[in-house]
């Protein structure tokens, strides 16, 4: 397999190369949550050498926004500065992809200032320093979340986007609703494994219908899912082979995994070597395409990610530190400095608080803009 040679997702959607760029939030869109120029000048510098660009978290109703400065799908007075997004993108020869987001539970509670606002599966906060208790869902909002979610995916397809990824991963809302942790519903939508994979099986169903409805041109349904959680209870490897058993019989276009590391095994069992992402195949049995993530920096990282049954490649760090990464991995150069003037301003400082980790996979982080 040469990740640098055309690859059909579809056979009606070819991609110039394996090479995805990963979805990143970057707490840079206007006050009014609208694209900013910052946004629009960092994803057009990105595009240029990647197969497809999955843009950051983007949520799809009032009560789905996480982070500060969050672009957002929530009405339809954001298509036309979304819009330029997608051109922007897609004339460099990318793909263009909305990743479709609901925080759930995980929402930064300062942005709220009705704490009712904060909802969840169930009412049980997450492990972390300075969450809220959420408020559980009612089934008639759960309904209507669903309906939001397909409207924000009809304003995708107006704004000129190829297509969406659910953001079923890094524990936001549809995370919440699979995981026995954050569900603990009695309804149709908790209780079993099966049931708390109800609200993901109905949202891809009614997502897909309007893109049968709505798409005129090809347009993909991907959808990005993390496999373990490390609280108890929590999600499980068996219950995440449990969950792709169930997607790859959808109609998704391909399946994205968010992992640290794209070779690493069970978090939660650690006798157990065998990377996740075989586990994965074995299930999936590469009925869906399969993107991998996680650490792919080099050229060998690349082959080897390919070899354990990924079928397309998604860079992070790497494409933030190097707007041009996917020329310069073809090449085998090393990836070196974090460049400013490539990154919109609140990203660039909220990453430099992290410059160790940078620092760590040997990339220089410049002080000058701090
Ligand atoms: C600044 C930053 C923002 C991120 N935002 C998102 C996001 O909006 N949605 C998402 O699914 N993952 C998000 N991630 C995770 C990345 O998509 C990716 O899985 C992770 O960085 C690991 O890949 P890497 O080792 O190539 O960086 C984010 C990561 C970073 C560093």
């Known amino acids: 397999m040469n990740a640098f040679k055309p690859y059909p997702l579809r056979d009606d959607f070819t991609l110039k190369n394996r090479l995805v760029m990963a979805p990143m939030t970057t707490y840079s869109s206007q006050d009014d949550f609208h694209v900013s120029e910052e946004e629009l000048h960092y994803y057009k510098l990105r595009s240029k050498t990647m197969g497809m660009v999955i843009i950051a978290a983007t949520s799809i109703n009032d009560q789905a926004q996480a982070f500060d400065k969050q672009i957002t799908l929530k009405s339809d007075d954001y298509i036309p500065s979304m819009a330029r997004l997608a051109k922007a993108i897609k004339e460099e020869g990318a793909k263009a992809i909305v990743q479709l987001h609901h ?4 929402n930064n509670p300062t942005l709220y200032e009705n704490k009712e606002d904060i909802v969840s599966a169930s009412a049980v906060p997450a492990p972390r320093e300075g969450m809220v208790t959420p408020r559980a869902l009612t089934e008639e909002e759960i309904h209507q979340t669903i309906e939001d979610f397909a409207q924000a995916t009809r304003r995708s397809i107006e704004a000129g986007y190829d297509g969406v990824e659910l953001h079923g991963a890094n524990t936001y809302l549809l995370q919440q609703f699979f995981s026995p942790h954050s569900n603990r519903r009695t309804d149709a939508f908790g209780g079993s494994l099966t049931k708390r994979m109800h609200f993901i099986d109905m949202l891809i169903d009614r997502v897909n219908e309007v893109i049968k409805h709505d798409a005129t041109e090809p347009f993909i349904l991907g959808y990005r899912f993390s496999p373990e959680e490390i609280e108890d209870p929590g999600i499980t490897l068996n219950d995440t082979l449990a969950l792709v058993d169930m997607l790859k019989d959808k109609p998704l276009d391909y399946l994205h995994i968010s992992l640290g590391k794209y070779d690493q095994s069970s978090m939660r069992d650690q006798t157990d070597q065998e990377p996740i992402a075989q ?16 650490k792919i920096e080099t050229r060998e990282s690349i082959d080897h990610a390919l070899s354990l049954g990924y079928d397309l490649v998604a860079s992070g760090m790497p494409i933030l530190v190097d707007p041009n990464w996917g020329e310069t991995i073809q090449l085998n150069q090393p990836i070196k400095t974090v460049m400013p003037d490539t990154l919109p301003k609140p990203l660039y400082d909220r990453l430099a608080k992290y410059r160790e980790r940078f620092q760590q996979s040997g990339y220089e982080f410049p002080v000058e803009n701090d």
């Open 279 to 294: 586990k994965i195949q074995t299930v999936l049995k590469r009925k869906i395409p399969f993107i991998g993530v996680g």
């Open 103 to 106: 925080g759930g539970r995980m």
